[in-house]
């Protein structure tokens, strides 16, 4: 495993930098940033037309158990995260300034700033005696990396399908959106073919069946939004009862045949014939519903802002209250809460 280099940014010490120079410098421990904030990507770019929908939620528990089967990344969300307390608040509420890290124009490196300094302080030493760190450029562009790839999955299960070109460029974007955060680029792959071989080699080779991974796969105990307060106890249990094998199909569907055979899972023709035909309803409601309905609320500012809708300048929008974590933890970084 990648040793723990990570310290603290000057961000968090008592003396604020000016805003350009925080923005630009990236967090210190992760040199090799860049030297100015990246033009931003906009409407133009495939990555804003396939990014920021609706159908993307299909592919959370994916998402999420795919990220913690990193061992750093898995022993952080296991020590560090409120995430199995509060999951339908907490994937509601990131996927704001995740998402305005792609469609927050001239403000998107503040907006990727900000979701790298939420991590200063996840680290520690695993269950094994190994270190990790939120902040290890190799474990944040794995994050990274399953965005890119659950972008291209998105793309070709419920988007009409990609062409090569299209991945291509989708690859060369994703390095321009990686690069708003600020971090070493080190761990980048530096071509389309390089990131498959990258890709392959983590879901070979690096990747494992932990708590955390296996956890964001059980639905049983995740507890009801607070927006559902009012829904009696045994109506949302016969939901989760619905919802687990549903979530359970959608993410064995995607997984990487190594990733399905190490987290236990078998998969049938049977099973691909339908999840093929369930995709094909999903793009079918994609082309006949209006846009508007399929784009996330930031996404929908951002188009918005873009075509001269909204001022330029509007401020960009945030989750919902409801969306927020337990006020007791309201003050702390790590658990994506915004100034609201």
């Not at 990131?94 to 469609?103: E, L, N, Q, W």
Request: charge should be negative.
């Amino acid at each position: 495993m990648t040793q723990d280099t990570s310290e603290t940014c000057p961000a968090s010490h008592g003396t604020r930098q000016p805003e350009e120079q925080v923005v630009a410098a990236g967090c210190p421990v992760t040199s090799g940033g860049y030297d100015a904030p990246p033009a931003p990507l906009g409407p133009d770019s495939l990555t804003w037309k396939y990014f920021g929908q609706w159908t993307g939620l299909l592919q959370g528990p994916w998402a999420g158990s795919m990220q913690n089967t990193h061992p750093q990344l898995g022993a952080a969300v296991q020590e560090h995260s409120i995430f199995f307390l509060e999951r339908i608040p907490r994937l509601l509420r990131s996927i704001y300034p995740i998402g305005g890290v792609v469609f927050d124009g001239d403000r998107a490196p503040k907006t990727g700033a900000e979701v790298r300094d939420y991590h200063i302080g996840i680290k520690g030493v695993d269950e094994q005696g190994r270190r990790y760190s939120a902040l290890n450029p190799d474990v944040f562009y794995w994050a990274h990396a399953t965005f890119f790839k659950s972008l291209l999955l998105s793309a070709e299960k419920f988007g009409g399908g990609l062409t090569e070109a299209d991945k291509r460029q989708l690859f060369d974007e994703h390095i321009t959106w990686y690069r708003t955060y600020g971090m070493s680029m080190r761990p980048v792959p530096k071509s389309w073919e390089e990131f498959q071989e990258y890709w392959d080699h983590m879901c070979n080779n690096v990747l494992e069946n932990n708590w955390a991974a296996r956890e964001v796969m059980d639905l049983s105990t995740m507890p009801k939004h607070p927006s559902l307060q009012w829904l009696p106890d045994w109506m949302w249990k016969l939901n989760l009862k619905v919802m687990q094998p549903v979530a359970e199909f959608m993410t064995v569907a995607i997984y990487d045949p190594p990733v399905r055979e190490l987290m236990g899972y078998t998969w049938s023709p049977r099973q691909e014939w339908l999840h093929q035909r369930f995709c094909e309803v999903v793009t079918f409601l994609t082309k006949v519903l209006p846009d508007r309905w399929l784009w996330h609320p930031r996404k929908r500012s951002a188009m918005d802002r873009a075509f001269g809708r909204l001022p330029a300048d509007s401020p960009l929008v945030e989750t919902p209250a409801r969306n927020l974590p337990p006020e007791e933890y309201r003050g702390q970084p790590q658990f994506y809460c915004p100034n609201v």
